[in-house]
């Protein structure tokens, strides 16, 4: 399979505690993104990277986030100090630079801080 | 920024067409409209993307009229695994390769026997 894929698919975590998912994206892609998705709403913007550099990060995220793509392959998001607020779907999508539009997804992390 | 409107929520029956339509005012000149497909506990799918006109692949059609200030998504026959949530979106209007998607709500469509 050639796909985005993601690790871990589930994780429980305390509150307080940090916390770490890895996306592998689709090799011969250059983008990479992550979003965070709550039910009932559409997918929120965190980050993205072309190749290595982190272009872009929402305001909306907290310093408690921190995202790295160090190689330009696969990435990894850092949540610190973990809140019940934190709980949610998080995605990664892959594209590449010319087709930024078309991005495809992995089957993304389920957080839940208790 | 554009924004799209889609209805929140749509019914149909197994073997209909469905039309969903999606508003988008201000979609700036170089933005294409993309639409997903979305299945509980999954990541989004693309479906199809589309500029002006009509674009049709294996799963969907596109229509786009001249002013492309919406876009109607049409699903042939329907079963019930379209049942899923589908995004309409457009570029945030940012400059060269520095833009971004914006996702809506969505439209979750329901397909009953």
């Known amino acids: 399979d050639t796909g985005v894929s993601q690790n871990p698919r589930h994780k429980i975590t305390k509150r307080g505690q940090n916390v770490t998912f890895r996306c592998d994206p689709i090799?011969?892609?250059?983008?990479l993104y992550w979003y965070r998705q709550t039910l009932g709403q559409g997918p929120e913007f965190l980050t993205y990277f072309q190749n290595e550099a982190q272009l872009e990060k929402s305001r909306l995220l907290s310093d408690r986030f921190s995202a790295e793509r160090p190689k330009g392959s696969f990435s990894t998001l850092e949540i610190q100090r973990t809140e019940q607020g934190d709980s949610a779907m998080y995605l990664c999508a892959s594209s590449s630079r010319d087709r930024q539009e078309t991005q495809y997804f992995g089957p993304g992390t389920r957080l839940l801080v208790l | 920024l554009a924004k799209t409107t889609q209805p929140i929520s749509m019914d149909s029956y197994e073997g209909q067409e469905v039309n969903i339509t999606c508003s988008h005012n201000?979609?700036?000149?170089?933005?294409?409209i993309t639409w997903y497909q979305q299945f509980p506990s999954q990541g989004p799918r693309f479906i199809i993307q589309?500029?002006?006109?009509?674009v049709t692949n294996e799963v969907a059609s596109l229509f786009i009229p001249a002013d492309r200030k919406s876009s109607t998504l049409s699903l042939p026959r329907v079963s019930l695994s379209d049942t899923a949530v589908y995004y309409c979106l457009v570029g945030d209007g940012g400059a060269g390769n520095n833009r971004k998607l914006i996702w809506g709500l969505g439209t979750s469509l329901a397909v009953n026997p």
């Open positions: 090799s011969e892609h250059n983008r």
């Open positions: 589309g500029y002006k006109t009509k």
């Open positions: 201000n979609i700036a000149t170089n933005d294409y």
